[in-house]
């Protein structure tokens, strides 16, 4: 029973992949049904700020803290984790060795992806709101912006890497702190995507599928491998 951020960390490592929250958008595998309010029985309650048994804390302390596990629209194009051990069969699975250049030739992944990912790879890392205006999208760009960036992140060339506070041209704090995004190769190193090379992508589908079977017996094919691909 996860009651607090350390039971959530063990029940993460043990499993290996989490929705960040379970109900109807899931219907494969989360470690938690609740996305908000006070859970009586263990003690989770959402959107307090509190560290240690706020889940919507937790994605955040798990960038800052730890790099063993990531966080981003992962499934369903919904937040999720992976962690360290499932990584490179979900990077095998997801891209099959192609980078994104191979992605934008073959004509698999937006303009509007390019831009982002052209941005963020150059800089390193980037925060949300510089990411808007490195890669040239305008307010009325937002939609487009919001699906590309989450586009990305479901094939697993992006992902979220911390948090960064706003800063005026002044160098005063304002507003909220913003994601902060980088590419997967930077966040997971060499080894990591070595590893993924080595596998053949469908036997990391049904290694992906067999594990997702024991967390979850009665989950459904279909959502199962739209889990798996993305």
């Known amino acids: 029973m ?11 490592l043990e499993a290996g992949f989490s929705g960040a929250v379970g109900g109807a958008n899931d219907g494969v595998f989360a470690l938690f049904r609740y996305g908000w309010g006070a859970d009586a029985e263990t003690g989770i309650e959402w959107h307090t700020g509190d560290p240690d048994t706020d889940p ?16 981003g ?22 891209r099959e060795g192609r980078s994104f250049a191979d992605e934008y030739a073959n004509g698999t992944a937006s303009h509007a992806a390019k831009r982002i990912f052209e941005a963020v790879a150059q800089n390193g890392t980037l925060p949300l709101h510089e990411i808007k205006q490195a890669a040239g999208f305008s307010r009325d760009d937002k939609a487009a ?14 992902t979220m890497c911390g948090r960064e506070q706003k800063l005026s041209r002044y160098g005063d704090e304002y507003g909220w702190s913003s994601t902060v995004f980088c590419t997967t190769e930077r966040f997971w190193g060499d080894e990591i995507f070595a590893e993924a090379e080595r596998l053949d992508p469908d036997d990391a589908v049904e290694k992906i599928k067999a594990r997702i079977l024991r967390l979850n017996p009665g989950a459904a094919e279909k959502r199962i491998l739209r889990f798996i691909k993305g």
Do not use: C, H
Request: glycine letters at 4%; aromatic letters at 20%; proline letters at 2%.
């Open 56 to 71: 919507w804390e937790w994605r955040m302390r798990v960038l800052d803290e730890r790099d063993d596990i990531s966080y």
């Open 73 to 94: 629209k992962v499934f369903f194009k919904k937040a999720g984790y992976i962690t360290r051990e499932w990584a490179p069969l979900f990077l095998a699975a997801r």
């Open 145 to 158: 912006f919001d699906r590309a960036l989450t586009e990305l992140q479901g094939k697993l060339f992006l």
């Open 2 to 12: 996860i009651r607090n951020y350390n039971d959530f960390i063990s029940a993460l």
